[in-house]
């Protein structure tokens, strides 16, 4: 089992002029990807009814501002996301994520946001990736 702890800032690693938070994990097809935030940990893309939890604005802190899209993805306003591929696609983590991987990748983190002029704030992640059984005898 492999098992860090990052910080995943609003402004310096917004989809929207920032750069993914780099973890150094590379993953590969079959492994299990858990990813968990602090739900007490907030960040903030503005003013005062924009701070949030991993899960994005709206769900259930701050106001709801829909979702942003880019490209063919769309998510909550300020949601923690992942990315395999440099950050050509993404996927949602929010506080919690667990998923079998059916692909190999780079993994990085990012806030999700149009403008990161105004963000502020960081979330604690844990990032696990588990390898599966390495002796199973068959039957």
């Given at each position: 089992?492999?098992?860090?702890v990052?910080?995943?800032?609003?402004?310096?690693h917004?989809?929207?002029?920032?750069?993914?938070?780099?973890?150094?994990?590379?993953?590969?097809p079959?492994?299990?990807?858990?990813?968990?935030?602090?739900?007490?940990?907030?960040?903030?893309?503005?003013?005062?009814?924009r701070?949030?939890?991993?899960?994005?604005?709206?769900n259930?802190?701050?106001?709801?501002?829909?979702?942003?899209t880019?490209?063919?993805?769309?998510?909550?306003?300020?949601?923690?996301?992942?990315?395999?591929?440099?950050?050509?696609?993404?996927f949602?983590?929010?506080?919690?994520l667990?998923?079998?991987?059916?692909?190999?990748?780079k993994?990085?983190?990012?806030?999700?946001?149009?403008?990161?002029?105004?963000?502020?704030?960081?979330?604690?992640v844990?990032?696990?990736?588990?390898?599966?059984?390495?002796?199973?005898?068959?039957?």
């Open positions: 089992m492999h098992n860090s990052f910080q995943v800032k609003a402004k310096e917004s989809v929207s002029g920032g750069v993914g938070l780099a973890t150094g994990i590379t993953v590969r079959g492994q299990l990807l858990q990813i968990t935030a602090d739900p007490n940990d907030r960040w903030s893309a503005g003013v005062k009814d701070v949030s939890n991993a899960n994005g604005l709206g259930p802190l701050g106001g709801n501002y829909g979702l942003h880019r490209g063919d993805q769309s998510f909550l306003y300020g949601a923690l996301v992942g990315s395999l591929d440099g950050g050509k696609t993404f949602g983590v929010g506080t919690s667990t998923m079998t991987l059916v692909t190999d990748g993994l990085t983190l990012h806030y999700w946001d149009s403008n990161n002029h105004d963000n502020s704030g960081t979330v604690r844990m990032v696990r990736i588990y390898n599966g059984p390495i002796n199973v005898n068959p039957i």
